[in-house]
């Protein structure tokens, strides 16, 4: 098993920025899959960003591409997400996800592809 804890999430105004880290431990880190999504109030968990376990392949929703960026550093065993931009719609409680895989280059998009979930970190943009 892996544990998932994630970090850096507050209250910034519209415009601005935050970094999220989510720090694993408990497994061989380099060989997961990461991703993060949010969870607006009243809305359904939505995918945001995933990167593969070797870091060279991610992808990004349409809906934060160009603001967001995901990244890691296995050598600390932690994913980042990187948020510029911020808008108030980008509020929501924020998971990180894992999912063990073989394959260096796999970027999981859904929450299916998923086996191992953070405790989530709120973000609140102001307006």
């Known amino acids: 098993q892996v544990q998932l804890v994630e970090s850096g999430g507050g209250l910034v105004q519209a415009g601005g920025s935050l970094r999220l880290s989510c720090a694993a431990s408990g497994r061989t880190f380099s060989n997961y899959a990461m991703g993060w999504f949010r969870q607006a109030p009243g809305k359904e968990r939505e995918f945001v960003a995933g990167?593969?376990?070797?870091?060279?392949?991610?992808y990004h929703a349409d809906s934060v591409k160009g603001r967001f960026t995901i990244s890691r550093d296995n050598a600390k065993n932690t994913v980042y997400l990187q948020m510029n931009s911020l808008k108030p719609e980008d509020t929501a409680v924020y998971y990180c996800?894992?999912?063990?895989?073989?394959?260096?280059?796999?970027?999981?998009?859904?929450?299916?592809?998923?086996?191992?979930w953070g405790q989530g970190t709120q973000v609140t943009v102001s307006s």
């Open positions: 990167i593969s376990w070797s870091g060279g392949s991610s």
């Open positions: 996800a894992a999912v063990r895989m073989f394959h260096s280059e796999y970027v999981g998009i859904g929450e299916v592809d998923y086996d191992y």
